[in-house]
């Protein structure tokens, strides 16, 4: 199964997708830094990065990993169609678990502005409330909506051990 973590940066996304590959056994494939390899090829080769480039080159990779484990997680802020839609588009929607992540905007700048950015795509503040209005503004059916603000690592576990399992029947 393709779990699929949508929600601005700085929503808890990550945190999340390591939550239930620690507590669920679910594999977490961080996207960010192959998203950042594709970038660094792309400069080191003197061309500009493209959405379709990075997808040709990170998105095989989890379609690797849907063949290598049950259940696989990934992250997107959904502010791409393009990405979003072939993301959906690597397993049918009856094997797809949609999480929709939402957190205050304040809450996310001030969460980024404490984390480690070393597998993040760097941000100005600008460009982070721009991802973060288009993610809020995504129109999709989730399976599960989470208000991403204190939850502990159970709570979290929890909502995703039902959701996987509602999913599978």
Known sequence: MLILLIGPKGSGKSH???TIEKHLGVHFFLVEPHWMDYYAK???AGRQPTIPGGIAQVHPMIK???HTHQHV???TTGASQEILDDLLSLEPGSNTLIARI???LELCLERIAQRD???QIQMDIESIRTVYELSEALQIEADLT???VELTE???TDLFKSAISDKLE
Request: proline content about 4%; glycine content about 4%.
């Open 64 to 66: 690797e990993a849907l």
């Open 102 to 104: 939402s957190v205050p």
């Open 146 to 148: 989470i208000e991403n």
């Open 42 to 44: 792309c400069e080191a």
């Open 154 to 156: 159970k709570e979290i």
């Open 16 to 18: 999340i997708g390591r």
């Open 117 to 119: 950015q070393t597998e």
């Open 73 to 75: 997680c990934v992250e």
